[in-house]
Structures are given as structure tokens and as C-alpha cells.
């Protein structure tokens, strides 16, 4: 590659394949090549690590602005989910009734449910005597249906066409159905159901019937102010402590088909009981509701009623002067005085 080059006291240049210096033709002066440009791949380099200097502070900058971020995320509530609640005894062992405290399977469940600041009293699950009564109860129900179904399935082979037996064989795989997968299904969900009692509601968990997730329903004590108790007739003590009830009625016209007139109407209606179903000791259990969770409510009233009398009495002395006060009850006495004296001169005129 040739290389140009020049003669700096003359001006003089010329190509040059070694570029080697030489003399000047025109003045004699040494001719060199250009010199070279000194840090020029360093100068490069400072830029680059020029930019990476800020490129890296801008990094920390946003690694900075990320960290409280990350923080933020994990809230208050996160962390202390299932924590902050007291356990206390006294009042159920009291009343002799199973805390239910040993139970670590549905402490757990518990334990999810409840927040800050609230004291756990109670916990139990359904008497398992009485969710045997409702698994059995479902599967004669089941059969029930099933044998009816069968029934009716072979009248109509019998009498009708092939085809209109297979109407009641519906009915058939129905109750079919029902006897085997009601009671399993009955049974486990009455294993994940639970209920507990503290100091600022009655907690009820019904898990679904068919294995998805359950519902909680909550009760504050102004609604367990009508609470009442349905007892069972086995086993002794376990019953239904109800907290609401809701109705649906529903009727039912039977019209004549010749003239189009109701000939009579019939009306069916249907409880549906909500609150601490089928658990044990269920008189105790009521008397704990009373005691730990309505106790503020009734307290309150106390409080008031004796502030209202007090106040209606100071109203009326302050209104009216003693004196006056005293002959109105001295005219009152002489009033009711009289009314004996007049029966005596009755039985005079008797004898």
C-alpha cells in the first residue's frame, strides 16, 4: 500500500510504496510520512467505556428503583395470613365442651380463615352419627328411586311398545346413581366442613358436595340475637343450632281440563336451616354463643335501659317541686281511702 509522503518545508509530496524517509528534490529537505495519530484506538475505547460508565449507572438507577417495588408486592396481609389470633379454652372447658384445639387437620383449616386480633374459642366438625343418618337417609333414597324406575320399566314392556320402557330405566340409572355416589360424597364433604366461634363472629365452612371449594359464611352477633336450637333425637345432646332460616313456598293449581277452572290449590313449603348443623353438645354449644359473643350486645342494652329510667325520674323531680309532689300522693291515698268504707254500710243493710 503506497504511502504519501511530505516535505514540511516546502510542501512537497510524493508516493512512497516503503515509506521510508527521503530527501526533498525541490529544497533538500527530509520528507517523511505522516505521523500517526497517537491514542487513536485508545481514544475509542475511552468512549466506549464512557458509555458503559453510564449505561451501568442508569442500571443501578433502575436496579434501585425496582428494589422498594419488590417490597411492595409482598403485602402486610401476605405475611401475617393466618397469624395474629389467640386461642382461648376457659369459657368452652368451662361448659365441659371439646375445644377442638387437638385437632391439628382442622386447626389448619381454621387457621386460614381467621385474622388479626380475633380469639378463637370453639371449633368442631358435624357429629358423625348424623352424617351417617344423611348418608344412609340418601342411599334408601337412591334405591327407592331405582326400584321405582324398575317397576314401572317393566309394566310398560309389558303393556306398551319396547321403546316406552326405556322412559323408567332413566329413572333406573338415576337412583342408581344416587345410592352410590351420594353417601361417599356426603361423608367426605361433612370431613371438610367445619365451624368455630369467636369473639367477633360464628364462622361456618360447607365444602362442596362434588369436591370444589367451599364456601364460608360469616355471622355477626347482631344476627345470632334469634338463634334457637332444633335437637336430634339420637344422639343425646347433638342437634342443630340455627342461626337463620329462609322459606320457599310454592303452589300448585289443578285445573279442569273440561271446563278450565281451578278445581283446588295446594301450597308446599320448604325450611332451609342455616348455621351450626348437626354438631354435638348443641345446648352447651348456645350457652358458649351466649356467653363469649353476645355478652357485649346484652351489655349494651343493660347499660341503656337503667340511663333511660334514670333520666325520665330526674326529668319529672326537676319539673315538679317536692311539696307539690307529696300532697299529689296524700289526695291520691285519700282517694283510695273512701272505696273500702263504702262496702261496710252494704253489709249493714244485709243484716
Known sequence: ?????????????????SGAEK?????EGTMAPPAKKKYQAK????????????????????????KPKAKKKKSFDDEEKGEGFTLDAAPAEALELNTGFGNKKLMKQVQEELSRGEVLYWAARMCPEIVDQKAKLLMLVGIGVACVGLLFSGIFFAAAPWFAGLIPLVFVLIGVGMAAFLPGATRKAAAQSWYALTN????????NLFGGAG???SYE????????????????????????????????????????RTVRSETSRHETDYGFLGIED?????????KVLLKTIDDDEDDERP??????DDDDDGDEPKAKKKSRDDDDDEDEQPRPKKKRPRDDDDD
Open 1 to 17: 500500500m503506497a504511502i504519501t509522503i511530505t516535505c514540511p518545508d516546502c510542501g512537497h509530496t510524493e508516493e512512497s510504496k
Open 200 to 207: 367477633h363472629r360464628a364462622v361456618v365452612y360447607s365444602a
Open 215 to 217: 364456601t364460608t359464611v
Open 43 to 66: 481514544t475509542k475505547s475511552l468512549e466506549e467505556e464512557e458509555r458503559a460508565k453510564k449505561k451501568k449507572g442508569r442500571d443501578d438507577d433502575d436496579d434501585a428503583d425496582e
Open 307 to 312: 340511663r333511660k329510667g334514670k333520666s325520665r
Open 221 to 260: 352477633p347482631n344476627e345470632l340475637r334469634r338463634m334457637r336450637v332444633k335437637s336430634a333425637k339420637r344422639p343425646k345432646g347433638a342437634g342443630d343450632l340455627v342461626f337463620k332460616t329462609t322459606v320457599t313456598e310454592q303452589r300448585t293449581d289443578y285445573v279442569d281440563r273440561k271446563t278450565g
Open 23 to 27: 530527501t526533498c528534490p525541490e529544497c
Open 282 to 290: 348443641v345446648r352447651e354449644v348456645e350457652t358458649l354463643v351466649h
